[in-house]
Each structure stands twice: as C-alpha cells, then as structure tokens.
C-alpha cells in the first residue's frame, strides 16, 4: 500500500472532474444509499456484472486483488460458473485476459484502482490494436469516500477520483464509473460494446456500488444487428460479381485472408467462399492458422515483396481478381508496406463496409459480403489447384549439428500436433514460424501490431485456461520472457499442458540486427532457465532440457510429448547473431537511414 501526506480533509484549489468520467458526487444522494438494505441484498450490482460476464461465456476473471476491489471479488469467487484466476502482476493479468478472449470470444480483467489499473493499460491498450474484447473492471473506493476529497492511497492525492478512467478514453470502445440508479444498465451498455466492436471496455466499480442491491436481469442482453443495408448489399455483389466474371475462371481468382475475418466471426463465410471455387488462397502473418495450411490451394503466408515465397507473391499479386478478406496491412506484416496490390482488380472487405475497385459500399457488414461473394465465384468456370508446394528446406540430418534458428524453426514445427495452440511472442520466435505451414488444427497466436515483447508468456496462461486439455506451446525469446517471467508460477499453479521454449540467444537480437550489433543496450543478464522452471515449481510435473545441437532439441521434443499433459521447457542456444530470413529482411529495411522507427 503506497502512503499518502495528510492533509486538512478540503477539496484541492482548482480540481476538477472529466465529464464522461467522474461521478458527480452533488448528484449523487448518499442518504438514498440504505446500508442495511445492502446487507441483506441477496443479489447485488456485483451480482449482474458476474452474470452477464458468464452470459457471454467468461468462465474465469483474471487479476490481482486491491483493497478497493476485494468485496467485488467475493461476488466472483460465489459464482457457481465463474472463477477467478489470480496471476503476479496487473500486467501479465491483461495478457492472460487477451490470450484467453483470442480463444473464448471475450475476457474478463479485474484490478484495484489506481496503481492497479494502470500497471495493465499496456495490455489493453495492445488488446485495442489488436481488436481482441476485454472487459477491465477496476475496483475503485466508495462513493462516500470519494465524496470527502481526501487524498486516499492509490490517487494522485488531489481528491479528484477520474483521472484514472480518462486515461482509459483512447483504448477502449466504451467505459462507465457505475453510480446509484444506472450501474445495471451501464453494466449492460459497456458489455454489449464489447462484445459487438471487439475492442476492450472499462467499468469503475465504487466499493459500495458494487453492494447495492439489483434486480435480476428479466432477459439476456439483445443479440447484435445485422448493420447491413440490403440494397447496398445488393449493389455489393452486382459490381463484385461483374470484376470476378472478367477474370473467368476459378484459378485467376485469389484471396488473401486477414486477422479480421476471426475477430468479427466471418470464419464460417471464409470457408464456404474457398469451397465454392475453389480458390487459391493465402493468409497474412498476422492471420496465421486462420485457415488450414495444408489444403489444396493454400499458397502460404502473404507478407509483402519483402517477406513473401515468389509462388506465395505470384498467386496474390498476380491473380486476374483479388479478394482481401479482413486485411489489414501492417508495417511488419507487410514487409514495410511493400505489397504490390492494384486496387482496381480487388474486392476490399472491411468489418463494415467493402470497395470494389475504387466504389466504395457501406453499410455492408463482412460476414454478409463473404456469403454474397460464394454463388458469384460458384459460377466461375472451375480450374483445378495446383499440388501444395513441399519445403524449400528439409530436415538436417546429423543430431550433431549446432542448433540455428532456421533448424530451431523447422524442429518446432514438425513437433506440433493437432489441438495444439502456439504462442509466438514479438521477434525471432513470431518471424521464425511463420514461413512454416502449421498441421491441421493448430492455432497461432501473435502480437505483431502492438508488438510488446513479453506478450505471448502470460497469454499462454489465457489461452491454456480458454481451451481446456489442448497444450499450449510457448514460442519466446530470452530478453522478452524475462519480462513476465513470473507468470510462469501461476500456469505451474493452473496445472496446465504446456512446453515453452526459451530461445536463448543472449540479448534483444532483433534490435541487434536492426541497430546496435555491439552495444551495451542490447545486452541481458544471462539465466540459467532450466534451474528457474523448477524454482517456480520444484513437483515431477517439470521438466528441463537445455538444447545447442539439433539432437539435443529432437529429444526434448520427444519427451515432451511422451508427457502430453505435463510441463516442459526447453533452453534452446542458438548463436546471439543469427536471424530468421523473413526477419532478417525486415530488419535490414527498418536499419536502413531514415527507414527506421
């Protein structure tokens, strides 16, 4: 608990409250508040917000536990569907909550105010870029207090109690300081956000407003409208079907598939598009196992003239007729925006709204374009696929070998199985992988818009308790896992499948190769992460390899997966310079002068 000065209990000369923030204490009838009668609520405020969480199945709240917010959890923790899951930091509590909602469909994030709170704003605000609805309820003091304007631990010390929820103004798509009267409704209003734009919310419990009572929600929240006007729609698919027609058949029709299509739940659409032709198709990086990379047509991973096969580029940038399906075009999924895409011969669909060379539809939602687009394309002239492509590379041969991050790559992959989920943080570990065609049934999982390093350990605790019994494999370097290393303990605590592994190459090597090769900066302290695994939990559960030669990683992998429910980790040492070739591009044009950040 931080302490505070005391001071004369007087509101500060000059404060001030944020409109769509701070609750209006004059407003605010204290006397209206019947303590008694909250006693003996038996459902409460707290109550409908848990409710309405577990309605859009939310099965568990991550966080850590504040004086502010620890009657709320008690409402969490009575919960017959939902539990609470208690991580080391705020920080690792919002990543676990994003990894979870990438699996779910929503999360549920639960912090003290203040010191809390904004120790979790990085995982939000990375949750916002990435189109990934987390709810983050902050447990803040009562009304009653707040109403004094004292200088309460956990403030600024100015009395004034908004600050903290207007920080949350530019990263989340709906927030509410719950007060008398509205806190149920408000519940509601935030939630229904949340889950229809796929973006973070913000709720400010007051300890005493949490215990208010309520009355039972009579009906579910209103499932969410179809934005689509019909005649746009109509309009859509007339211009669609006129550029897929002047194209022909089926092989001169492309997709490329993006991040949106999972966030905004046109994955069903997707697939009855690709089986109506059918079609040759890729996804971007960032969309990486969105569709089955071991189909007929699959043409690989799409990431720009800088980081794309010539036969991935050749079935993007030279189709007759391109359908980019919930793209998203990024800095570092798109080599530095060197995709070569004419925008007259492709057909745009947006979460809202679609072009159609330069004719722009909107409303027109991306679900309604994709099933609009499946009888245009079925109509097409059929052309058979051509094979998958094999490898470039095979696999080497002599156990002896030192391990690089090309064989590093190459081993980690065919040790997948299906059901696995795979976490891939920032860096050698996300640009490694994704070359590499992924087995059916796996999931990847990357940050590489807001790209914070660190990220992909904690999701790894999200994700692991989203998707019960599939094993989670953690991809991380070493300089990233130091970060949120302590998360580790709570997935060792939550007992769940998982092998991580730990690429130990001395430093922050994507910095190295991007500026620096030599420089102090880029620099770690090295760990022995064999010994720390088994410090967070010394039980049989725990096993440790270290791993330099390609042998060595072989059997690790192979042990591990003798123990499919248990917890390994593997010390993989590869030479500190050596750079993934997808990374190694990319790195080269952002050290460039003036290229860089």
């Known amino acids: 608990m931080h302490t505070t000065p005391e001071d004369d209990g007087s509101p500060p000369a000059g404060a001030v409250t944020v409109d769509m923030t701070a609750v209006d204490m004059a407003a605010v009838d204290m006397a209206a508040v019947d303590m008694a009668a909250v006693d003996m609520a038996p459902y409460t405020v707290a109550d409908h917000l848990v409710d309405r969480l577990a309605e859009l199945g939310v099965d568990r709240v991550f966080g850590v536990p504040g ?200 994955v069903d659409e997707l697939a009855g598009l690709l089986a109506a032709g059918p079609l040759p198709h890729a996804t971007t990086p960032w969309a990486k196992s969105l569709l089955d990379e071991t189909a007929p047509g699959f043409a690989g991973t799409y990431a720009g003239a800088a980081g794309s096969s010539e036969s991935t580029r050749a079935v993007v940038e030279d189709a007759a007729a391109l359908v980019l399906a919930g793209v998203q075009f990024t800095d570092l999924t798109s080599g530095l925006f060197t995709q070569r895409i004419s925008r007259a011969r492709t057909i745009d669909l947006s979460p809202r709204s679609a072009r159609v060379g330069a004719a722009v539809f909107a409303p027109l939602e991306l679900p309604a374009a994709l099933a609009a687009l499946r009888p245009v394309v079925a109509a097409l002239t059929p052309a058979p696929l051509p094979p998958p492509e094999e490898p470039a590379d095979g696999r080497p041969d002599d156990d002896a070998a030192p391990l690089t991050q090309a064989a590093l790559w190459r081993e980690t992959t065919a040790a997948l199985r299906p059901g696995d989920v795979v976490l891939a943080d920032q860096g050698t570990s996300f640009y490694g992988m994704a070359p590499h065609r992924l087995p059916p049934g796996v999931t990847f999982v990357g940050q590489p818009l807001w790209a914070s390093i660190g990220y992909a350990l904690p999701a790894l605790l999200g994700a692991g308790t989203a998707a019960p019994g599939r094993r989670g494999v953690l991809l991380i370097g070493d300089g990233a896992a130091q970060m949120t290393v302590q998360e580790l303990a709570t997935v060792l605590r939550e007992r769940l499948p998982a092998l ?27 760990w022995d992460w064999t010994a720390l695994a088994r410090l967070f939990c010394s039980g049989e559960r725990v096993r440790t390899d270290r791993a330099s030669t390609v042998g060595a990683l072989r059997q690790a ?41």
């Open 67 to 266: 004086d502010y917010s620890l009657r709320l959890l008690d409402h969490v923790t009575a919960h017959p569907t939902v539990r609470w899951t208690g991580c080391v930091t705020e920080l690792g509590a919002g990543y676990a909550a994003d990894g979870y909602a990438r699996l779910r469909g929503l999360a549920a994030l639960c912090t003290t105010f203040g010191v809390g709170e904004l120790s979790a704003v990085n995982a939000i605000a990375g949750s916002y870029a990435e189109h990934v609805p987390v709810v983050h309820v902050v447990g803040a003091p009562a009304l009653a207090r707040q109403a004094e304007h004292r200088a309460l631990h956990h403030t600024l010390g100015d009395g004034v109690f908004g600050h903290f929820a207007a920080m949350h103004t530019d990263i989340t798509c709906a927030r509410a300081v719950l007060a008398p009267g509205t806190a149920v409704d408000e519940v509601d209003r935030v939630l229904t956000e949340v889950r229809d734009s796929r973006l973070p919310g913000y709720l400010l419990v007051p300890a005493d407003v949490a215990e208010l009572p309520a009355e039972r929600a009579p009906a579910s929240l209103p499932l969410r409208a179809d934005g689509t006007d019909p005649e746009v729609l109509e309009a859509f698919t007339a211009a669609a079907a006129q550029l897929l027609a002047r194209a022909g058949s089926t092989d001169r029709v492309a997709v490329l598939a993006g991040l949106l299509v999972h966030r905004f739940g046109a």
């Open 500 to 526: 991580v592994v730990v690429v130990d190459n001395a430093g922050y090597t994507v910095e190295r190769a991007i500026h620096g090769a030599d420089q102090p900066y880029n620099d770690i302290a090295r």
């Open 557 to 597: 992998y192979r042990e591990a997966a003798d123990d499919p429910g248990g917890f390994a980790l593997v010390q993989a040492v590869v030479p500190r310079d050596d750079v993934p070739a997808l990374l190694a591009t990319l790195t080269r044009a952002l050290g460039a002068p003036g290229a860089g950040p």
